[in-house]
T-cell receptor, first 115, second 114 residues
């Protein structure tokens, strides 16, 4: 799996958008970008994933650059409950959409949302 | 719909002892993965079980072993415990065949080795 680089920490004001960057310059064509977050003392939680198109769900939006070397996770209206460690992960899905694959976590970005 | 459950929540052992951690996957899931998370670090992949067989393994010694039962639940066993084995042990479940293989994590078992 390709290596990812994230800033160690970021701050955001409550109600504002939180934009978390991730660099994955060595990503391969068959690797997806995944985002997970881990709130203190809990297990990681899946947020969103994408291959090359921008994606949006009820939690966040994922913007992937055209060359796929970087991406940004956007929390449109951050709340105090969004304070967590955010992990950007790239991984392969095997042919047919199945995968036994592991998740390779880095250090992640500690996002602190302030009142 | 029950999520991933793990037991026990906390455990204290001494060096050289053996420990067994347990995981029940989310309802409908057939694959279980185990991760070790040291304090201040991201989770590290230990191994993954599917159809009662170990399918992938991370860079962990043979002291770490596992098992998956016919009901898809799983155990993680660690022998000859070292102080460095103190960590949060996370179990994640998923369903093979889903398009993106989202993994659902349990709350973890906090292991302290004295």
């Amino acid at each position: 799996d390709a290596k990812t680089t994230q800033p160690p920490s970021m701050d955001c004001a409550e109600g504002r958008a939180a934009n978390l960057p991730c660099n994955h310059s060595t990503i391969s064509g068959n690797e997806y970008v995944y985002w997970y977050r881990q709130i203190h003392s809990q297990g990681p939680q899946y947020i969103i994933h994408g291959l090359k198109n921008n994606e949006t769900n009820e939690m966040a939006s994922l913007i992937i650059t055209e060359d796929r070397k970087s991406s940004t996770l956007i929390l449109p209206h951050a709340t105090l409950r969004d304070t967590a460690v955010y992990y950007c992960i790239v991984r392969v899905l095997n042919a047919g959409g199945t995968s036994y694959g592991k998740l390779t976590f880095g250090q992640g970005t500690i996002l602190t949302v302030h009142p | 719909d029950a999520g991933v459950t793990q037991s026990p929540t906390h455990l204290i052992k001494t060096r050289g002892q053996q420990v067994t951690l347990r995981c029940s996957p989310k309802s409908g899931h057939d694959t279980v993965s185990w991760y070790q998370q040291a304090l201040g670090q991201g989770p590290q992949f230990i191994f993954q079980y599917y159809e009662e067989e170990e399918r992938q393994r991370g860079n962990f010694p043979d002291r770490f072993s596992g098992h998956q039962f016919p009901n898809y639940s799983s155990e993680l066993n660690v022998n000859a415990l070292l102080l460095g084995d103190s960590a949060l042990y996370l179990c994640a479940s998923s369903l093979v065949g889903r398009n993106y293989n989202e993994q659902f994590f349990g709350p973890g078992t906090r292991l302290t080795v004295l």
